[in-house]
């Protein structure tokens, strides 16, 4: 069973930016869709952004003109840059491939 494990994940004021990373324990990503997710407190979990096999991201619509997806060159690692951060994206930010879920990396946007 393949191992995701984000990492990235911190406090940051509003209006920082931080990257998160998603690594898998096999190659995985190349031809499977890559996706983050997010789980605010007492909210369900949400897709915010994923990544195709062929490089083309796609977004969920709040979240296109703040968070962008990409791949590293050797296609191991995905990340997920997040800039203009609000309070609102506080969360655990999980990355999903293939229905194996990592343990999450925490985000908290406060001042």
């Known amino acids: 069973q393949v191992q995701l494990m984000e990492s990235g994940g911190g406090l940051v004021q509003p209006g920082g930016s931080l990257r998160l990373s998603c690594a898998a324990s096999e190659d995985i990503f190349s031809h499977n869709v890559v996706q983050w997710h997010r789980q605010a407190p007492g909210k369900q979990r949400e897709f915010v952004a994923g990544?195709?096999?062929?490089?083309?991201?796609i977004y969920a619509n709040s979240m296109k003109d703040r968070f962008t997806v990409s791949r590293d060159n050797t296609g191991n690692t995905v990340y997920l840059q997040m800039n203009s951060l609000k309070p609102e994206d506080t969360a655990v930010y999980y990355c999903?491939?293939?229905?194996?879920w990592g343990q999450g990396t925490l985000v908290t946007v406060s001042s």
């Open positions: 990544i195709l096999p062929v490089d083309t991201p």
């Open positions: 999903n491939v293939a229905d194996q």
